[in-house]
């Protein structure tokens, strides 16, 4: 078993739908919990930043962490075409050398 | 502002020919890490570093070495590769010692082992 499952997708919305994408871990040690976009041919960048449970909103995302059911979420509000991209989870424990476990991410695509 | 750039971003390589990749940063970062990323499996941590001339195993560093000689530098070496090392990998590097630094990323070299 994988430590952070994620759903490959891919995930197809209409313009203006609200997306919801979502990533359960088994590593009870995971206290920092990451949302990367990546689009095609381009390396990861980071969207959001979670530090242990509870919601984090920047802009039309916002980030949910549950530690009790270990489970995250990412939601995007008012989809747009250019939120078209694979979009990764990653975590780590309290490490210092800052190793990230990564989802297998998930491609979506917003329709016109 | 290059940020993490890598070298080359593509190579076809035949089974047994070696070869190293290169990743440079500009930002002064003591963390660089390189993964691997294939369909299906996410990105998986290769070999790291906390700081130069330091270098630690990750999560699948069998048939790759690296080195850190300068801190701006990491580099990633296939002794003899193999059909099983074709993927995209992946550079980063980050700064800080605080945990809610980002892992910045280059784009990628494409290799392909024939």
């Known amino acids: 078993q994988k430590e952070v499952e994620q759903d490959p997708g891919p995930l197809s919305v209409p313009e203006g739908a609200i997306v919801s994408l979502n990533c359960t871990y088994s590593?009870?040690?995971?206290?920092?919990f990451m949302w990367y976009r990546q689009y095609s041919r381009k390396g990861p960048e980071l969207l959001m930043y979670?530090?242990?449970?509870g919601n984090k909103e920047d802009g039309r995302f916002t980030a949910q962490v549950d530690k009790s059911s270990k489970y995250i979420s990412l939601f995007i509000r008012d989809s747009q075409p250019s939120d078209s991209a694979t979009y990764l989870c990653a975590m780590s424990a309290m490490d210092s050398s800052y190793k990230l476990i990564f989802g297998s991410g998930t491609r979506l695509l917003v329709r016109p | 502002n290059a940020g993490v750039t890598q070298t080359p971003k593509f190579r076809v390589l035949k089974t047994g020919q070696s070869m190293t990749l290169l990743c440079a940063q500009d930002m002064n970062h003591e963390y660089m890490y390189w993964y691997r990323q294939d369909p299906g499996m996410g990105l998986r941590l290769i070999h790291y570093?906390?700081?130069?001339?330091?270098?630690a195993k990750g999560e699948v560093p069998d048939g790759y070495n690296v080195s850190r000689l300068k801190k701006q530098n990491f580099l990633l070496g296939l002794e003899s590769a193999a059909p099983s090392q074709t993927s995209v990998y992946f550079c980063?590097?980050?700064?800080?010692?605080?945990?809610?630094?980002?892992?910045?990323f280059g784009d990628g070299t494409r290799l392909s082992i024939l």
């Open positions: 570093s906390v700081g130069e001339g330091t270098t």
């Open positions: 590593n009870s040690a995971f206290q920092y």
């Open positions: 980063a590097s980050r700064g800080g010692q605080t945990s809610n630094q980002p892992q910045h």
């Open positions: 979670t530090y242990s449970s």
